[in-house]
């Protein structure tokens, strides 16, 4: 495990409450201590030092923290400063032209929007062209398309902004021209028809033997045999050097037999390209300059070349890109299909997909997600950053957004000899957003943690009142007094909020980010918002209006984050 002194912890969250207007957050400080070797699986064991430091820092003012930090930034790690990507190797502005090719088997998640807006902000950059092409060949049984990925996948582009060009272009309307350019490599004899199994194949591909089937006469009868043959009978291979020092590279499969039917073109086709195929094609067909991958798809790479090398096209720039992986997130597109499909999950909007549609409908912005995957830049290496960063930007553009009171799991009590008061609260503590009043007898509405952590003391109702909290002395029960109704120092109160327990509250449901149900009582004045609109709610966090019903008092948000 290594050992990171809590001076250089401290050192991070200054840099960053300095960077970000006096306020430090956990989730870049954490993200700046992984450049110090932390490990994903020590954050659990540093977080409560980390707690610590950081509300010794936001206690400070910001001429506070500055001072402080002059005496620790020596043990900040001087990192790289990213003022925009790095260029594009032999780009020439209005000649760039890259593509962006979702498998459909699903809705985008937060992990497929960094190559996407990796390649939108490029195509910006040179002022290019960026294609849409969706990747619909025939996926595997564990990993089907999905008909309605058709429509959610622009849907989610357009969400994040993402300007693509106004033709999409599918691959499963592109089959025939994939049997051209098949044709003529198998009469160039780059290509074969095999009747090998995989077993078969794996072996002699690991020995670096040719199979039978490679130098046998008639290749072009076996590829017409091929469309009338049943799943699995035949595969179509490149003709590659079997004494290639990757034994992946050897005559790999580019064509096989698939008799599952498409939600696109039904049983149209049965032979269907695999990625490496298509892609060399359609680069090729399409003008693509550059192609920004991963470096899981380097082999496709390298049999892109290859073909391209056959018909002597010319080969595009590949820039690849490690995988970023963010800490708290986990994403598996197969697994989340069937989980909508059984009805464990509630839609392809469930939040446990981290779908496009789910962060947009947990209130996560377009504009954040692009700053966070953009602020990571392009590397090699694969790397990983918590997910508390995007919450930390996504806080920064909804702060204008207005506050109101939820409360969870509410408890009621009586202040004896409260007033009858006519609270004005601001809905927001700097911004001039206008006001919500509320009459107050001497009945309210507490969260159950606020009322189990009560000892005896002073309080006060955030905006309202000064209270005292004591004990009965025959029932032991606790019971609760009216001090003053202004503000007072000298009390040293414990602020709460509160809701009238004289109004007709709205029941109020919020759904968290693991699908889970948190209840309580919101203030009347929700009532006044618009399906879509974001809050902030006092101490617990920025949540969207997903429904409201006035007329049953009803309203369900979706929790974006503290």
Not at 40 to 49: A, D, R, V, W
Not at 426 to 454: V, Y
């Amino acid at each position: 495990m290594v050992e990171i002194q809590k001076e250089k912890i401290k050192a991070y969250a200054l840099e960053n409450a300095v960077n970000h207007g006096g306020k430090a957050v956990s989730g870049a400080v954490i993200n700046a201590l992984f450049t110090e070797g932390l490990k994903k699986e020590e954050i659990k064991g540093i977080t409560p030092i980390m707690n610590e430091v950081l509300n010794e820092i936001n206690a400070l003012t910001i001429d506070e923290q500055k001072a402080a930090y002059d005496v620790v930034k020596g043990y900040v790690k001087k990192r790289e400063q990213r003022t925009g990507l790095p260029e594009l190797p032999e780009a020439t502005k209005g000649k760039v032209v890259m593509r962006i090719a979702p498998f459909p088997s699903g809705p985008l998640h937060i992990g497929n929007a960094r190559p996407f807006i990796l390649n939108d902000q490029y195509c910006k950059d040179y002022e290019g062209k960026l294609i849409l092409v969706i990747d619909d060949t025939m996926g595997s049984e564990e990993k089907p398309v999905a008909k309605e990925a058709y429509k959610m996948i622009p849907e989610g582009l357009d969400w994040l902004g993402i300007k693509y060009d106004k033709k999409i272009i599918y691959k499963s309307d592109r089959l025939q021209l994939y049997y051209d350019y098949a044709e003529e490599l198998i009469k160039k004899d780059y290509m074969y028809v095999c009747s090998c199994s995989q077993e078969e194949m794996r072996d002699l591909r690991e020995k670096g033997q040719e199979c039978a089937c490679r130098n046998l006469p008639d290749q072009l009868e076996r590829w017409k045999e091929m469309f009338k043959a049943k799943e699995g009978k035949f595969t179509v291979r490149l003709k590659t050097s079997m004494q290639d020092p990757n034994p992946a590279f050897r005559d790999r499969v580019m064509f096989r037999i698939t008799n599952r039917e498409h939600p696109k073109v039904g049983k149209k086709y049965s032979v269907w390209p695999l990625l490496d195929f298509s892609w060399a094609v359609d680069d090729h067909l399409l003008g693509i300059t550059h192609i920004l991958r991963g470096v899981d798809l380097m082999m496709e790479t390298k049999v892109e070349e290859f073909i391209w090398n056959i018909f002597k096209w010319k080969v595009p720039k590949v820039i690849y890109t490690g995988f970023l992986a963010i800490e708290g997130v986990k994403i598996s597109k197969s697994k989340g299909s069937k989980e909508v499909r059984a009805g464990t999950y509630i839609g392809w909007n469930d939040p446990r997909l981290w779908s496009l549609q789910s962060l947009q409908d947990r209130g996560i912005l377009p504009e954040s997600i692009r700053e966070f995957i953009l602020a990571q830049g392009i590397t090699k290496s694969n790397s990983t950053v918590a997910i508390d960063v995007l919450y930390s930007l996504n806080r920064k553009n909804l702060e204008k957004v207005p506050r109101y009171f939820f409360i969870e799991n509410p408890v009621k009590i009586h202040i004896k000899a409260s007033p009858n008061l006519k609270a004005k609260i601001p809905l927001h503590p700097s911004l001039n957003l206008g006001d919500r009043t509320c009459e107050t007898m001497q009945d309210f509405w507490i969260g159950k943690s606020d009322f189990d952590a009560m000892t005896k003391g002073s309080y006060r109702l955030m905006h309202l009142l000064n209270f005292e909290a004591g004990e009965h002395l025959m029932s032991h029960e606790k019971e609760f007094r009216f001090l003053s109704e202004h503000p007072d120092e000298k009390l040293k109160p414990k602020f709460i909020h509160w809701l009238s327990a004289n109004h007709d509250n709205l029941d109020v449901t919020i759904r968290m980010p693991d699908s889970s149900i948190v209840t309580g009582f919101g203030e009347p004045a929700l009532a006044s918002l618009k399906t879509g609109d974001i809050v902030q709610f006092e101490r617990f966090g920025f949540c969207k209006l997903h429904k409201l019903d006035k007329k049953e008092n009803i309203a369900e948000f979706w929790f974006a984050h503290k």
